[in-house]
């Protein structure tokens, strides 16, 4: 395996590689990006988030934190009802004047991690994907931030469209990123600035929560975040990793 | 669990008793808050926290106690997604006892994973049907720490009472069957500490019993 997603095609749920015409199903068939539904493309387990991990997000941010720069993570839990694939919708709520996007790295855990040093936390990781990590920012609240109903929305994770496995990827900080929202380039960052690294991540989080296999860490998003609106479409983009696809729909599409 | 079920997601809810609310008086206006929490205030216990009757609580290194967070959890048994609080109850297949332990900390402004989400941290008792419960509205919560009830509440003393709590959660967020909604701990949660062996009592549904041990350095 090199790259994999899960889809969903003629009434059932397959993995896929990439392939020329778009993807090539396990059992052969060869279909174009728009004739399949893009899941996430692994069985996702603990979701983990960053918050402020880019050195310049940081900097962007600095009006509206109440505490200085800490050494610890600022991590926070998500939960598998937010989670979304490639080509997917998400929901704009009317009553919202800011909801923007967030193009981080997704780490994918592929062995058990415990207590995992630094030099030891590589080898714990199955792959990279890309995720768009979207909030809702009026409903930001004081308790217990972020709160889930700026950040654990339905269908306000996308990730995908594909696994790509840790092998491709020898240093998983030399990453460029960006979002194009309609086509536009609103966000550009590079892995090279996170606070945290990969295997900092790794460390911290193993030093009390046990990781296993599918549990991923979305590893914060540079600086750059902007507002999306009704119909606007958003990629966010690693190279080497993959482009992921989002379109903003508002509440009529879901009868609301 | 109820043998059907497959637990999804556990999703602790903070301050929604009225005492615990009450307790942090003026700072609620104060910063960093600033205001009172206006949508429910809303956590995650992770899978590698679940435990079960028996399992034993580890207390890290460099800390002398843990609070022992009781409280009811509602087991969702059908896809709950905008409920309205009169049909809520019926998207509820069943209740479990939750004993959500914390590394006791001040700030619910950003608390660190640290203090919620370690491993074992979330001891999860057996799975009552709701219908043999009929209610959940007023149902005394005990914890008990080597034999001694050493606190009290009631799920009537809840700002949000279940059926509103799903209500105003399944607004934003759908639940699926075998999520864990907490209903929250009431103020002045007790502290234990290592060696000592605690249980929580909740009316209809038993007994959940634990004992905290010292982490083994180095291991």
Same mark, same amino acid.
């Given at each position: 395996?090199?790259?994999?997603?899960? #889809?969903?095609? =003629?009434?059932?749920?397959?993995?896929?590689?990439? %392939?020329?015409?778009?993807?090539?199903?396990?059992?052969?068939?060869?279909?174009?990006?728009?004739?399949?539904?893009?899941?996430?493309?692994?069985?996702?387990?603990?979701?983990?988030?960053?918050?402020?991990?880019?050195?310049?997000?940081?900097?962007?941010? *600095?009006?509206?934190?109440?505490?200085?720069?800490?050494?610890? &993570?600022?991590?926070?839990?998500?939960?598998?009802?937010?989670?979304? /694939?490639?080509?997917?919708?998400?929901?704009? &709520?009317?009553?919202?004047?800011?909801?923007?996007?967030?193009?981080? !790295? *997704?780490?994918?855990? /592929?062995?058990?991690?415990?207590?995992?040093?630094?030099?030891?936390?590589?080898? %714990?990781?199955?792959?990279?994907?890309?995720?768009?990590?979207?909030?809702?920012?009026?409903?930001?609240?004081?308790?217990?931030? &972020?709160?889930?109903?700026?950040?654990?929305?339905?269908?306000?994770?996308?990730?995908?469209?594909?696994?790509?496995?840790?092998?491709?990827?020898?240093?998983?900080?030399? +990453?460029?990123?960006?979002? +194009?929202?309609? /086509?536009?380039?609103?966000?550009?960052?590079?892995?090279?600035?996170?606070?945290?690294?990969? &295997?900092?991540?790794?460390?911290?989080?193993?030093?009390?929560?046990?990781?296993?296999? /599918?549990?991923?860490? !979305?590893? =914060?998003?540079?600086?750059?975040?902007?507002?999306?609106?009704?119909?606007?479409?958003?990629?966010?983009?690693?190279?080497?990793?993959?482009?992921?696809?989002?379109?903003? #729909?508002?509440?009529?599409?879901?009868?609301? | 669990?109820?043998?059907?079920?497959?637990?999804?997601?556990?999703?602790?809810?903070?301050?929604?008793?009225?005492?615990?609310?009450?307790?942090?008086?003026?700072?609620?206006?104060?910063?960093?808050?600033?205001?009172?929490?206006?949508?429910?205030?809303?956590?995650?216990?992770?899978?590698?926290?679940?435990?079960?009757?028996?399992?034993?609580?580890?207390?890290?290194?460099?800390?002398?106690?843990?609070?022992?967070?009781?409280?009811?959890?509602?087991?969702?048994?059908?896809?709950?997604?905008?409920?309205?609080?009169?049909?809520?109850?019926?998207?509820?297949?069943?209740?479990?006892?939750?004993?959500?332990?914390?590394?006791?900390?001040?700030?619910?402004?950003?608390?660190?994973?640290?203090?919620?989400?370690?491993?074992?941290?979330?001891?999860?008792?057996?799975? $009552?049907?709701?219908?043999?419960?009929?209610?959940?509205?007023?149902?005394?919560?005990?914890?008990?720490?080597?034999?001694?009830?050493?606190?009290?509440?009631?799920?009537?003393?809840?700002?949000?009472?279940?059926?509103?709590?799903?209500?105003?959660?399944?607004?934003?967020?759908?639940?699926?069957?075998?999520?864990?909604?907490?209903?929250? $701990?009431?103020?002045?949660?007790?502290?234990?500490?290592?060696?000592?062996?605690?249980?929580?009592?909740?009316?209809?549904?038993?007994?959940?019993?634990?004992?905290?041990?010292?982490?083994?350095?180095?291991?």
């Amino acid at each position: 395996m090199s790259r994999l997603a899960r #889809v969903a095609f =003629g009434g059932a749920i397959h993995s896929a590689v990439p %392939h020329a015409r778009g993807l090539q199903l396990a059992d052969g068939r060869v279909l174009a990006e728009d004739q399949v539904v893009w899941l996430p493309p692994f069985e996702v387990g603990t979701i983990i988030a960053l918050g402020i991990n880019y050195a310049d997000h940081a900097k962007e941010l *600095a009006k509206e934190l109440t505490i200085g720069a800490k050494d610890e &993570p600022l991590a926070f839990l998500k939960a598998p009802n937010s989670l979304i /694939g490639h080509r997917g919708f998400t929901r704009r &709520p009317a009553d919202a004047s800011f909801m923007h996007y967030e193009c981080e !790295l *997704a780490v994918v855990i /592929g062995r058990s991690a415990k207590s995992v040093n630094r030099a030891d936390a590589l080898a %714990h990781v199955a792959g990279y994907s890309v995720a768009n990590d979207y909030a809702v920012r009026d409903y930001l609240e004081n308790w217990y931030r &972020p709160n889930l109903r700026v950040k654990n929305r339905d269908g306000g994770t996308v990730l995908g469209p594909w696994l790509v496995d840790a092998a491709e990827v020898p240093d998983p900080h030399t +990453l460029e990123l960006r979002t +194009l929202v309609n /086509g536009k380039i609103t966000q550009r960052g590079n892995t090279r600035d996170l606070i945290n690294d990969v &295997p900092a991540l790794i460390e911290y989080l193993s030093s009390f929560m046990t990781l296993s296999p /599918g549990d991923v860490i !979305l590893t =914060g998003t540079p600086e750059g975040v902007a507002g999306v609106n009704v119909g606007d479409e958003v990629v966010t983009e690693i190279d080497g990793i993959g482009s992921l696809h989002s379109t903003i #729909v508002g509440d009529d599409a879901f009868g609301r | 669990m109820h043998s059907t079920l497959r637990r999804g997601t556990v999703y602790g809810t903070l301050l929604n008793h009225a005492d615990a609310l009450a307790a942090l008086g003026p700072a609620v206006h104060a910063p960093p808050y600033k205001a009172p929490p206006k949508a429910p205030v809303l956590y995650i216990k992770p899978r590698n926290t679940w435990a079960g009757e028996g399992d034993a609580i580890v207390v890290p290194a460099g800390e002398s106690q843990l609070e022992i967070g009781a409280t009811l959890g509602l087991v969702i048994g059908r896809t709950a997604c905008r409920v309205r609080e009169q049909e809520a109850l019926s998207f509820v297949a069943g209740c479990v006892i939750v004993n959500d332990v914390s590394v006791p900390h001040a700030s619910y402004y950003r608390p660190s994973l640290r203090f919620k989400a370690r491993d074992g941290f979330c001891p999860i008792g057996p799975f $009552v049907a709701f219908e043999t419960l009929g209610s959940v509205d007023a149902l005394q919560v005990q914890v008990e720490v080597d034999g001694v009830i050493v606190h009290r509440s009631s799920t009537a003393g809840l700002l949000r009472p279940a059926a509103r709590l799903l209500c105003e959660v399944s607004e934003f967020m759908t639940l699926s069957p075998g999520d864990v909604l907490m209903l929250g $701990v009431a103020a002045g949660a007790p502290l234990a500490r290592a060696g000592q062996r605690v249980g929580i009592l909740i009316d209809g549904l038993g007994r959940l019993g634990n004992t905290l041990v010292a982490e083994e350095v180095g291991a």
